[in-house]
């Protein structure tokens, strides 16, 4: 291997520029070329590659985002399109390919480095924590804590005016930021799409005569088959109508912000060990931590399996908040 290119796909998170970092720094450490390819599989396909080197990445560990920028493309998702992002990685030597991103940019990766015999590894690089074969994803931990902040604050203005708060986060399939910020931000209810049952729970929680008046917090995951937070409020508003509803979409500010300790550190030690799996020959694989272990796992598998929700936490979120 002699070169390799690296880039960010999909959605972006707090910590990617940490694992940029450390991919570029780890290759110059295996004296090994880096590209930088930008805007993921579109930036592949538009020829947008860039030599990297260790000064390309200095003061970028404290920084969101994504410097690589990232992109959904739909091209990438045709075999022409692919052919044309082959011939780039061509033109530029690249041997191997560091994906940070998804499950849909793992998807890619693996179609095509099976179509062009391309070495690849994922590095999980998605805020949802929604991946398989990771405890963590890199950026999960900082938008928790970002998210978990705005409900500190919320928590203020609930309880001086006894209103109801609904906190949308995100999660499109999966709730782990809505559980983990509502059992940390003192929720009195947390609906996610893991939980068919959390509408009744709150139902009952409202019908109990002492909360008429009270404040109380709800967090609901974006993907809760509820609809969110407005679709939400809507719908208590029409069984309680004595209740003063407020609702807030925490939205992309999630997405923002420097990253934190958790984060840089989980993103320096996932994109050196994928430039170490990428040295050793291994391809089509996905790195991850798994308690708090270096670990590697097929792409196949990271696409296709679902990691153990935490049932423990679903419970203790309604212990707690009863
Ligand atoms: P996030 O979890 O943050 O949304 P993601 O990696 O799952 O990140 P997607 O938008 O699902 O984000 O996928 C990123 C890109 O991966 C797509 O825009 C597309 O270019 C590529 N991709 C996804 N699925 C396929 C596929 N079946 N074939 C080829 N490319 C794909």
Known sequence: MNTIGVYTSGGDAPGMNACIRAVVRSASYYNIEVKGIKEGYQGMIENKIVNMDSSSVANIIQRGGTILKTARSEEFKTQNGRKKAFDNLLHHKIDGLICIGGNGSYTGAKIFSTEYQMPVIGVPGTIDNDLFGTDYTIGYDTATNTALDAIDK?????????????????????????????????????????????????????????????????????GDEEGGAIKLGEKLKATFPYLSIKTTVLGHVQRGGSPTVKDRILASRLGANAVKNLVEGESQKAVGIINDKLSICSLDEAISKHKDFPKELINLAEVLGS
């Open 154 to 222: 919320i928590r203020d203005t609930a309880d001086s005016h006894n209103r109801v708060f609904l906190v949308e986060v995100m999660g499109r399939d999966a709730g782990y930021i809505a559980l983990n910020v509502g059992i940390a931000g003192g929720a009195e209810g947390i609906l996610i799409p893991e939980d068919a049952q959390d509408f009744d729970k709150l139902t009952k929680y409202f019908k109990k005569e002492k909360r008429k008046k009270s404040f109380s917090i709800i967090v609901i995951a974006e």
